[in-house]
């Protein structure tokens, strides 16, 4: 006869954590997930190894290889609960940390190959952020002011020319005649210079046109730098009008013909009525 029923129910085995071994390189953070079942409350983690380890709340272990860590070098991390009997080991072997490309700078201008849009920048020359040498540039020019007859005082415009360019020409329309633009010997400024032979009205308009080659890339012209100024010649001892640029000198002198012509045309006519 039966004396007592003993039942035993059966229930699902539960998962271990599990940890896959994974590789990693010097510096680097290795995350390794935790592929298995739940990390039970208080598990901690060791290792040994060129590396550090931590275990977060998720039942994730990030170990943070050294620097320094050779290829071929491993960092071993156990898990263990919290009555220190181990759970799983996981192995992180450090491989070779890839060599990173650098960027050439062929023309040394501190502007990266693939990046620079000038090559062959001269030696320190002045770039932009593309690396192409920057262009020339010129002050204000004064105003030109003289005499028939008489030098004027030249006048000087720097060039400011950080970014080397080459072949500066200086060209200048509305000058009077005698008054010359050209390029220093120093290939530093332009000079405005020399002995006006003629009159010319006030404040005549004079442009300034400096051109450039570029001295790198396509070495090709550059944007002229384009100035205005003004010029006024006026005549010996006498002065010029704003509109017809004729001297006052020159109006006395045409009176004074007509008054004489006038005084001749009057005595002929008496003769010939005497």
Request: glycine content about 10%; proline content about 9%; overall charge negative.
């Amino acid at each position: 006869n039966p004396i007592d029923t003993v039942t035993i129910t059966v229930v699902e085995k539960p998962v271990a954590p599990n940890w896959e071994d994974v590789t990693g390189k010097p510096g680097d953070d290795v995350v390794v997930p935790n592929a298995g079942g739940d990390v039970p409350d208080g598990a901690t983690v060791e290792s040994t190894g060129p590396g550090t380890v931590v275990l977060d709340k998720d039942g994730n272990i990030t170990v943070t290889i050294n620097e320094d860590a050779k290829p071929g070098d491993k960092v071993v991390v156990t898990v263990k609960d919290k009555d220190g009997n181990p759970i799983d080991t996981v192995t992180i072997t450090v491989v070779e940390k890839p060599d990173v490309p650098t960027v050439g700078d062929k023309d040394g201008d501190g502007v990266p190959d693939d990046k620079d849009q000038c090559d062959n920048t001269p030696d320190g020359a002045k770039v932009d952020a593309n690396g192409c040498a920057v262009a020339p540039t010129a002050p204000t020019v004064p105003s030109i002011d003289g005499e028939v007859g008489k030098p004027i005082d030249p006048i000087t415009i720097p060039i400011d020319n950080p970014g080397k360019a080459t072949d500066l020409v200086c060209k200048a329309e509305g000058l009077p005649k005698g008054v010359t633009i050209k390029l220093n010997e120093e290939g530093t400024a332009c000079v405005i210079s020399g002995t006006p032979t003629e009159v010319t009205r006030k404040d005549q308009p004079v442009k300034i046109t400096i051109t450039y080659n570029r001295p790198d890339g396509d070495k090709g012209a550059g944007e002229p730098i384009v100035k205005h100024t003004t010029v006024t010649i006026k005549a010996v001892n006498g002065a010029t009008l704003p509109k017809t640029g004729v001297s006052t000198n020159g109006i006395a002198y045409s009176v004074l013909a007509l008054l004489g012509a006038g005084l001749a045309f009057l005595a002929v006519r008496r003769k010939k009525q005497a």
